[in-house]
Each structure stands twice: as structure tokens, then as C-alpha cells.
């Protein structure tokens, strides 16, 4: 197409632009003042002005319900202002103690069960750039069954699971012994004795709900878990109105088809009881899940053209004052134009590198910085890590109706580890630790266990457990919580036995059931002679 001289600054739309261009112009005068309005604030005050207008004329219009198309994509900063946050209600400094010893305890664990005479494998990393994630959630949102309305369906991350393996020895529901059967389940006589290697309810069927560690099986099962709950709802089965099902996911986890299939679906069926949370630590199991791309990023504009509603958590508190004084926008121009590869690089170098190479590429932007020591910089969290940005989130996608949530939480995969381990390409891989690598992770989570413990566990491969007491005040806020939330999650309940004769509950003519349910039963036997 040839442009015409009094169309040279009009670019040429197609369709899938959502510029409409075959509109007629009914009223050009004023179409031009408005052009040359945008293009004075642009001369005078700088694009990031212009674009900050533009920005709240969008938002206007969707108020005003003009159909104006919606944003596929926002900036790479949080969703939620910082004065929009909502008072965090919890102990944020006792919640972060807990938070540390199961960090501390999920490490020991997947270390003592790769000791040379086992060495069954595990994943420590994981676990470590959730941790938040998941505390938040259990400390505050995650209802149990005792809950009116009949609680909560969480489906959580396969890999995450030594962490809530981990939260469950703080609550009294597993022992040590127990949890040195990480992965043993044959060789300790079944699951009673030893800890399934992931989520899986046939083989601790009073522990999980749902399995979840094929990749995929996570999401796809939580959507159609939703819209059953709406079933039952509708149908006068049960009152599930009050119920939320929460799918814990990982970012390499949604390329799978069955991760963003039926996302549409969960839109269309307007499953507002639906809430994602995916954690974008940028690794997989081969290297990284978008290098040179930005995989939060995707995944917005994935779910926001599917119709769902999108919060990002990407950065910690810390960076708000840096956001504040971002007058001429360099700072988030920078986060928006810095790849994951580059990120994860971030991560594992130190604060005069992040200094030089981040910071450093913009006078503007050096400037912001120049306040803060290296030691500062290098610490600057992910919003992943951060408590109260987690909560903001969750409170909002728990208000919101009409439409499912996913929260897009920006982490670091092995945070808190040695730097020979945190966000290391091969920490997927990494299944145990070393008493130096143990020492300095005891420093950073500030737990009283000493360097004689460590050497003498470390030697045998058994590296020491920790736990504060019973009577501790970290056990004692950890169950206070639960308590109120409606007990314990994950737990598995079954009301009655099922057998082949189709009875619900044993005849008169069924012995007791087994105190072991036989191995893979096809049916729960009920004992009696049909079985």
C-alpha cells in the first residue's frame, strides 16, 4: 500500500491490531486536536508521560464500558500498587521463623535420603522458590476440611512436595523416621512407613487429595475440579459456593498442552472459584524456561486473552522507593527489555555486577541506585519472596468474581541456598548438600544448630532435622493458624468403604476392614467375601 502525503503519519492497521481503521472520521478536527495533544505531552514531557496518559485513557474507557479492547500485556512490575496493599493480618516476623525451619528441614531431608547407600533422588530447589508462596497460603487462605462449606482443594506442585512433607513434621503428623523414608516406599514396606515421592493419594491415601506431578495433571484436573463444585452447586448436591480450588503450578509445567488448553474453558465457565498460581523461578529441568525471552510476560498475555484475571507479584518491597523515584521511566524501560537468561545471571552474581550491568546502562538509572551498598542490590527480592506482596495477591484474586485468577509470582529457584546453589542452571539436579554448603544455609536462615551437629550428621550423610519444641511459639502460631482455618491440608478423608457388591457402607455379612488396604486395590475393600 501507498501512502498518501496526508496519510504518512496514520500507520497502516490490520485487523488483528484491534485498531478498527475501516471506521469512518466523523468529526476530523477533533481527531486532530486529539493527535496533536498526545504529540505536544510526547515533545514536552517524554514518551513515559504520554504513554502513562494513554494508559489511563484505557482505563477510563474500560470504566466507562466503551468495549475498548483490553491490554494483552502490562509493564514487568507488580500488578498491585504499594498503596493499594492490604494490611498484612499475620506475625510476619514468627511466620518467617517458620518459614526457615521447614526451608532448613526440606534440605535435610532430600540430603539424608541421597546418602550413599540410598540415593534416591529428590529435588531441593524447588521447594526453596515457593516457600513463600506456599506459607502464605497455608498460614492465611488454605481452609480445611473442618471449615464451613467443606474447605479448600489445593493441588500442589509434585517437586514442592519435601517442603510440605516438611510443614508436616512441624505439625505433629510425621516423625522423623517417617520422613527418612523420603522416597523409599518399597524398600519400608509401603507408604505407612516411608513418604511417597510426590503427590499421590493411592499411595498415602490420608495425606494427599490429587495427584499432580505429571506434567500437566496439575492444572487441567483443578479446572475441571472448579467447574464440578459449580455442578454440585447448581444441582442442590452440596454447598460448595464458598469453596476455592487452588492449583500450584510451575512455569516450565504450562507448556504443557494440558496446562493451557482449557484455560478457555475455566474463562467461559466464569469459575471465579478458580485461582493459579504459577511459579516462575525461569528454570526447568534442561536449562531455562524462556533465556531470551520473558516467560511471565507470555504467560499474561495467554491468560488475559483467554479472559482470566491476571496479577503479577514481580518484585519485592525493597524496589517500591525505587519504582517511586523512576520519574523518567528508565527503570522499568530496563525491566522491560532484560530477558530471563539475564535475570537468572542477576541472581548469581554480586551486587557490583548487578551495579555495573543492570543499573549502570543509564545514567538515570545509576542514579536510582547510587544510595544503596552492593550488598543491597544483590539482595533486592523477587515479589515471589516477599510476604506482603504474596498476601495483596491472594486477597485479590479471592475477592474477584466473575472471571478465574492466576497469580504470575516472579521467584528465584534455590533462594536462600549457597550461591553454589541458588538459581544455578543444575540445582534441578542437585539432591544433597555439603557440611560447608549446610553452614552457610544455617547463617542465612539464622537457625541455633551448631557447626559439631552439622560435621558429625554431614559425615554419615544424615545432616540434623530441626524442630523448635512442641510448646514452641513457632508450632504453637503454626497450628493456631490451621486451627482456624479448618485443620490441616493436605488431608485425605474417606467417610465409608466401597466394594464390589456396590455397597457403601459393609453389610452384615462383611468382616472388618484391613487395618492396610492391600496393595494398588482396585476397589477400598470392605473385607467381605465379594472383594
Given at each position: 500500500?501507498?501512502?498518501t502525503?496526508?496519510?504518512?503519519?496514520?500507520p497502516?492497521?490490520?485487523?488483528?491490531?484491534?485498531?478498527p481503521?475501516?471506521?469512518p472520521?466523523?468529526?476530523?478536527?477533533?481527531?486532530?486536536?486529539?493527535?496533536?495533544?498526545?504529540?505536544?505531552?510526547?515533545?514536552?514531557e517524554?514518551?513515559?508521560r504520554?504513554?502513562?496518559?494513554?494508559?489511563?485513557m484505557?482505563?477510563?474507557?474500560?470504566?466507562?464500558h466503551?468495549?475498548v479492547?483490553?491490554?494483552?500485556?502490562?509493564d514487568?512490575?507488580?500488578?498491585?500498587?504499594?498503596?493499594?496493599?492490604?494490611?498484612?493480618?499475620?506475625?510476619e516476623a514468627?511466620?518467617?521463623?517458620?518459614?526457615?525451619i521447614?526451608?532448613?528441614?526440606?534440605?535435610v531431608?532430600?540430603?539424608?535420603?541421597?546418602?550413599?547407600?540410598i540415593?534416591?533422588g529428590?529435588?531441593?530447589?524447588?521447594?526453596?522458590?515457593?516457600?513463600?508462596?506456599?506459607?502464605?497460603g497455608?498460614?492465611?487462605?488454605?481452609?480445611g476440611?473442618?471449615?464451613?462449606?467443606?474447605?479448600?482443594?489445593?493441588?500442589?506442585?509434585g517437586?514442592?512436595?519435601?517442603?510440605?512433607?516438611?510443614?508436616?513434621?512441624?505439625?505433629?503428623?510425621?516423625?522423623e523416621?517417617?520422613?527418612?523414608?523420603?522416597?523409599?516406599?518399597?524398600?519400608?514396606?509401603?507408604?505407612?512407613?516411608?513418604?511417597?515421592s510426590?503427590?499421590?493419594?493411592?499411595?498415602?491415601?490420608?495425606?494427599?487429595?490429587?495427584?499432580?506431578?505429571?506434567?500437566?495433571?496439575?492444572?487441567?484436573?483443578a479446572?475441571?475440579?472448579?467447574?464440578?463444585?459449580?455442578?454440585?452447586?447448581?444441582?442442590?448436591?452440596?454447598?460448595?459456593?464458598?469453596?476455592?480450588?487452588w492449583?500450584?503450578?510451575?512455569?516450565?509445567?504450562?507448556?504443557?498442552?494440558?496446562?493451557?488448553?482449557p484455560?478457555?474453558?475455566?474463562?467461559?465457565?466464569?469459575?471465579?472459584?478458580?485461582i493459579?498460581?504459577?511459579?516462575?523461578n525461569?528454570?526447568?529441568?534442561?536449562?531455562?524456561?524462556?533465556?531470551?525471552?520473558k516467560?511471565?510476560?507470555?504467560?499474561?498475555?495467554?491468560?488475559?486473552?483467554?479472559?482470566?484475571?491476571?496479577v503479577?507479584?514481580?518484585?519485592g518491597?525493597?524496589?517500591?522507593?525505587?519504582?517511586?523515584?523512576d520519574?523518567d521511566?528508565?527503570?522499568v524501560?530496563a525491566?522491560?527489555?532484560?530477558?530471563?537468561?539475564?535475570?537468572?545471571?542477576?541472581?548469581?552474581?554480586?551486587?557490583?555486577?548487578?551495579r555495573e550491568?543492570?543499573?549502570?546502562?543509564?545514567p538515570?538509572l545509576?542514579a536510582?541506585?547510587?544510595?544503596?551498598?552492593d550488598?543491597?542490590?544483590?539482595?533486592?527480592?523477587?515479589?515471589?519472596?516477599?510476604?506482603?506482596?504474596i498476601?495483596?495477591?491472594?486477597?485479590?484474586?479471592?475477592?474477584?468474581?466473575?472471571?478465574?485468577?492466576?497469580?504470575?509470582a516472579?521467584?528465584?529457584?534455590?533462594?536462600?541456598?549457597?550461591?553454589?546453589?541458588?538459581s544455578?542452571?543444575?540445582n534441578?539436579?542437585?539432591k544433597?548438600?555439603?557440611?560447608?554448603?549446610?553452614?552457610?544455609?544455617?547463617?542465612?536462615l539464622?537457625?541455633p544448630?551448631?557447626?559439631?551437629?552439622?560435621?558429625?550428621?554431614?559425615?554419615?550423610?544424615?545432616?540434623?532435622?530441626?524442630?523448635?519444641?512442641?510448646d514452641?511459639?513457632?508450632v504453637?502460631?503454626?497450628?493456631?493458624?490451621?486451627?482456624?482455618?479448618?485443620g490441616?491440608?493436605?488431608e485425605?478423608?474417606?467417610?465409608?468403604?466401597?466394594?464390589r457388591?456396590?455397597?457403601?457402607?459393609p453389610?452384615?455379612?462383611?468382616a472388618p476392614?484391613?487395618?492396610?488396604p492391600?496393595?494398588?486395590p482396585?476397589w477400598?475393600?470392605?473385607?467381605?467375601?465379594?472383594n
Amino acid at each position: 500500500m501507498t501512502l498518501t502525503p496526508d496519510r504518512v503519519d496514520t500507520p497502516y492497521s490490520v485487523i488483528n491490531d484491534g485498531l478498527p481503521s475501516q471506521l469512518p472520521d466523523i468529526d476530523p478536527a477533533q481527531t486532530r486536536d486529539w493527535v496533536d495533544a498526545l504529540r505536544t505531552v510526547v515533545e514536552n514531557e517524554g514518551p513515559h508521560r504520554a504513554r502513562f496518559l494513554l494508559l489511563r485513557m484505557l482505563e477510563q474507557a474500560r470504566g466507562l464500558h466503551l468495549g475498548v479492547p483490553a491490554l494483552s500485556a502490562t509493564d514487568y512490575v507488580n500488578t498491585i500498587p504499594t498503596e493499594r496493599e492490604p494490611w498484612f493480618p499475620g506475625d510476619e516476623a514468627l511466620e518467617r521463623r517458620i518459614r526457615r525451619i521447614i526451608r532448613w528441614n526440606t534440605a535435610v531431608m532430600v540430603t539424608r535420603a541421597n546418602r550413599p547407600e540410598i540415593g534416591v533422588g529428590g529435588h531441593i530447589a524447588t521447594y526453596q522458590s515457593a516457600a513463600a508462596l506456599y506459607e502464605v497460603g497455608f498460614n492465611h487462605f488454605f481452609r480445611g476440611r473442618d471449615h464451613p462449606g467443606g474447605g479448600d482443594q489445593v493441588f500442589l506442585q509434585g517437586h514442592a512436595s519435601p517442603g510440605i512433607y516438611a510443614r508436616a513434621y512441624l505439625e505433629g503428623r510425621f516423625d522423623e523416621q517417617r520422613l527418612d523414608g523420603f522416597r523409599q516406599e518399597l524398600s519400608r514396606g509401603g507408604a505407612q512407613r516411608s513418604l511417597a515421592s510426590y503427590p499421590h493419594p493411592r499411595l498415602m491415601p490420608d495425606f494427599w487429595e490429587f495427584p499432580t506431578v505429571s506434567m500437566g495433571l496439575g492444572p487441567i484436573n483443578a479446572i475441571y475440579q472448579a467447574r464440578f463444585n459449580r455442578y454440585l452447586h447448581a444441582r442442590g448436591i452440596a454447598d460448595t459456593s464458598g469453596a476455592r480450588v487452588w492449583a500450584f503450578l510451575g512455569d516450565g509445567e504450562m507448556d504443557e498442552p494440558e496446562s493451557l488448553g482449557p484455560i478457555g474453558l475455566a474463562a467461559r465457565e466464569e469459575l471465579d472459584n478458580l485461582i493459579f498460581v504459577v511459579n516462575c523461578n525461569l528454570q526447568r529441568l534442561d536449562g531455562p524456561v524462556r533465556g531470551n525471552g520473558k516467560v511471565l510476560q507470555e504467560l499474561e498475555s495467554f491468560f488475559r486473552g483467554a479472559g482470566w484475571n491476571v496479577v503479577k507479584v514481580v518484585w519485592g518491597r525493597e524496589w517500591d522507593k525505587l519504582l517511586a523515584a523512576d520519574r523518567d521511566g528508565v527503570l522499568v524501560e530496563a525491566m522491560n527489555t532484560t530477558p530471563d537468561g539475564q535475570f537468572q545471571t542477576y541472581a548469581t552474581e554480586s551486587g557490583a555486577y548487578i551495579r555495573e550491568h543492570f543499573f549502570g546502562r543509564d545514567p538515570r538509572l545509576r542514579a536510582l541506585a547510587e544510595h544503596l551498598t552492593d550488598a543491597e542490590l544483590e539482595r533486592l527480592p523477587r515479589g515471589g519472596h516477599d510476604y506482603r506482596k504474596i498476601f495483596a495477591a491472594y486477597r485479590a484474586a479471592t475477592e474477584h468474581t466473575g472471571r478465574p485468577t492466576v497469580v504470575l509470582a516472579h521467584t528465584v529457584k534455590g533462594w536462600t541456598l549457597p550461591h553454589s546453589m541458588a538459581s544455578r542452571m543444575a540445582n534441578h539436579q542437585m539432591k544433597k548438600m555439603t557440611a560447608d554448603d549446610l553452614k552457610v544455609f544455617r547463617d542465612r536462615l539464622e537457625l541455633p544448630i551448631t557447626d559439631e551437629a552439622i560435621d558429625a550428621g554431614a559425615d554419615r550423610g544424615l545432616p540434623p532435622y530441626h524442630h523448635p519444641g512442641a510448646d514452641s511459639e513457632e508450632v504453637r502460631y503454626l497450628l493456631d493458624r490451621r486451627a482456624e482455618l479448618g485443620g490441616f491440608v493436605p488431608e485425605r478423608r474417606r467417610t465409608d468403604l466401597r466394594c464390589r457388591s456396590r455397597r457403601t457402607r459393609p453389610g452384615p455379612g462383611c468382616a472388618p476392614a484391613p487395618a492396610t488396604p492391600p496393595w494398588r486395590p482396585r476397589w477400598r475393600s470392605c473385607g467381605c467375601s465379594r472383594n
